[in-house]
């Protein structure tokens, strides 16, 4: 199961891809270039070699190297748990010390001031400042005598709701930052998040936030245009190259929030650029849906005729992927080039997955359960 869920991953990967250094954004380039259906696949290929590389990046960053000390992770366990219990086993006691309303509100201005773990009893201690910020102090890792881990969190906001007849806050924005040794190694920003609510039925109408994993920021975006259509972005970006971003849009026939059916989503669209590639994509859904209503079956053509998935390069069509069925009746996705000629794209994916293994194996050990002895 898990080399099928890679499959799908690494095949969204190849169209999301990272930017080399010089190259502008995909949906900037307004070059037109001539490529054969050979250099294309060499391009393909490329883009799946860049994807390692920004893996690579991930993985030895800020974020993911401070995260491996703090838990020990290797060959797929956490040999510090003894270390994470220790520092966190009294941390719900001394919450539990402060006294709030038995609800479901997160009563920010109660929690406020600096928490400092106090490694030689395992103890937390809490000062009064800052009084608009909630600090937590720990050490990174088994090896520190001191707190140089520092998370904190601001400007936490949040909106009533109900659910069931129960009161539920949801937040809608706050700040939370993750400082080592000074430098800031983690955050989230939710900028803002506006839902409307009807009865038991809640739809998002705005959303903005980022999530930052040094050295990688991840930005979201969306919003309600109309009362049937909801538009979102999204973004990836390291600051040196490894970069990518994608935009969908979504139709529904009516607002009757309450009673939306599967037959009442219309389409899904959009694109995804990397570079000088684009891939465009569009889901008649509605069609989908109608067929689906009206026979045991779904066909491999009938997907195929209402899901366009082009893929471009330098503003031109260098193919398109598609569903096919092979010999044994397992589906596969084939990319079908402009000459008309196509092939199975696990000869991109499948050497893309070995890669990614090769590269994380050491901290998350072997993903074939069969090498696993």
Same mark, same amino acid.
């Given at each position: ?18 930017? =080399?250094? &010089?190259? &502008? ?6 070059? #037109?270039?001539?490529? #054969? /259906? ?11 070699? +860049? !994807? ?29 748990? @003894? ?11 001394? !919450?539990?010390? /402060?006294? /709030? *309303? ?22 937390? %201690? ?8 909630? /600090?937590?102090?720990? *050490?990174?890792?088994?090896?520190? #005598? ?24 949801? *937040? ?10 000074? #430098?800031? !190694?983690? &955050? ?26 040094? *050295? ?17 972005? !999204? ?39 990397? %570079?000088?590639?684009?891939? =465009? ?8 849906? @109608?067929? @689906? ?10 997907? %195929? ?26 589906? +596969? ?16 994916? +499948? ?23």
């Amino acid at each position: 199961m898990k080399k099928y869920f890679l499959a799908g991953a690494s095949l969204a990967l190849l169209l999301f891809g990272c930017k =080399k250094d &010089g190259e &502008g954004e995909g949906n900037e380039t307004n070059t #037109t270039v001539t490529t #054969t /259906v050979e250099e294309d696949k060499a391009n393909l290929t490329a883009a799946m070699d +860049e !994807i390692v590389t920004c893996l690579g990046t991930m993985k030895n960053g800020a974020m993911m190297n401070s995260m491996v000390a703090f838990t020990g992770l290797s060959d797929g366990e956490a040999l510090k748990e @003894e270390f994470i219990e220790a520092i966190f086993a009294k941390m719900g006691d001394a !919450i539990g010390e /402060v006294e /709030v *309303p038995d609800d479901s509100k997160f009563y920010f201005d109660s929690y406020t001031g600096t928490w400092a773990y106090n490694s030689t009893d395992s103890t937390w %201690n809490r000062s009064n400042t800052p009084s608009d910020k909630i /600090v937590v102090q720990f *050490p990174s890792d088994d090896a520190q #005598t001191s707190n140089n881990v520092e998370a904190t969190l601001s400007g936490y906001v949040d909106e009533k709701y109900v659910f069931d007849l129960e009161d539920v806050w949801l *937040p809608k924005a706050f700040s939370l930052s993750v400082t080592k040794d000074g #430098t800031k !190694i983690g &955050g989230i920003d939710l900028d803002g998040l506006a839902l409307e609510q009807s009865n038991d039925v809640v739809i998002p109408t705005l959303v903005s936030g980022s999530v930052f994993l040094a *050295p990688f920021t991840f930005s979201i975006d969306g919003e309600r245009v109309t009362s049937t259509e909801f538009e979102a972005s !999204i973004g990836l970006d390291d600051g040196t190259g490894c970069e990518y971003s994608m935009s969908s849009k979504l139709k529904l026939k009516h607002d009757d929030y309450e009673n939306i059916m599967d037959e009442d989503f219309v389409s899904i669209e959009g694109s995804v650029g990397h %570079n000088s590639m684009m891939v =465009k994509y569009f889901v008649d859904i509605a069609k989908i849906m @109608e067929y @689906e209503s009206a026979n045991d079956e779904m066909t491999v053509d009938v997907v %195929n005729d209402n899901i366009d998935f082009d893929v471009l390069m330098n503003n031109t069509e260098i193919g398109n992927l598609i569903l096919k069925e092979n010999s044994a009746e397992e589906l +596969e996705v084939h990319m079908v080039y402009k000459d008309g000629t196509s092939e199975n794209t696990s000869v991109y994916y +499948e050497p893309f997955i070995e890669d990614v293994e090769a590269l994380f194996s050491d901290l998350t050990g072997p993903w074939d359960e069969e090498e696993v002895q």
